[in-house]
C-alpha cells in the first residue's frame, strides 16, 4: 500500500499561483504513476494531470493545459502540482492519486490509492 498526502492548498486571486504536493509513504514510490484530479462543488470529480512512473510525458486535461504543471521527484516521494494562471472556475478540492497498473490514467477507477484532498479557492 502507498499512503498519500497533500499539502498547498489554500485561498488565491485570480490570475495567481499555488504549488501542489502530495507526498507518499509506504511501498517503492516509483512503483506507480501518480494523478492530480480535482472535485469542483457540486460536480464530479475530474482528472488534471497524470505523470508516469519515471517522470515521462505527463498528460493534461484541455482545460488546465498551459497553466498547471505537474513533476515529480521520486528521491523526495513526491509529486507537484504548480498551477498557475488561476482562475475562479480551477476552485475545487484537489486529490491525488497513485495508480499500479496503468502508465497514464485519466479516470479515478485506474487509480488505486487516494489523498484526502487539499481546498484550492481562487477569489474574482
Known amino acids: 500500500q502507498v499512503q498519500l498526502v497533500e499539502s498547498g492548498g489554500g485561498l488565491v486571486q485570480a490570475g495567481g499561483s499555488l504549488r501542489l504536493s502530495c507526498a507518499a509513504s509506504?511501498?517503492?514510490?516509483?512503483?506507480?504513476?501518480l494523478g492530480w484530479f480535482r472535485q469542483p462543488p457540486g460536480r464530479e470529480r475530474e482528472f488534471v494531470a497524470a505523470?508516469?512512473?519515471?517522470?515521462?510525458?505527463?498528460y493534461y486535461a484541455d482545460s488546465i493545459k498551459g497553466r498547471f504543471t505537474i513533476s515529480r521527484d521520486n528521491a523526495k516521494n513526491t509529486v507537484y502540482l504548480q498551477m498557475n494562471s488561476l482562475k475562479p472556475e480551477d476552485t475545487a478540492v484537489y486529490y491525488c492519486?497513485?495508480?499500479?497498473?496503468?502508465?497514464?490514467?485519466?479516470?479515478?477507477?485506474?487509480?488505486?490509492?487516494w489523498g484526502q484532498g487539499t481546498q484550492v479557492t481562487v477569489s474574482s
Open positions: 505523470i508516469t512512473r519515471y517522470g515521462g510525458t505527463p
Open positions: 509506504g511501498r517503492t514510490f516509483s512503483a506507480y504513476a
Open positions: 492519486a497513485a495508480d499500479a497498473r496503468y502508465p497514464l490514467g485519466a479516470t479515478p477507477d485506474t487509480y488505486d490509492y
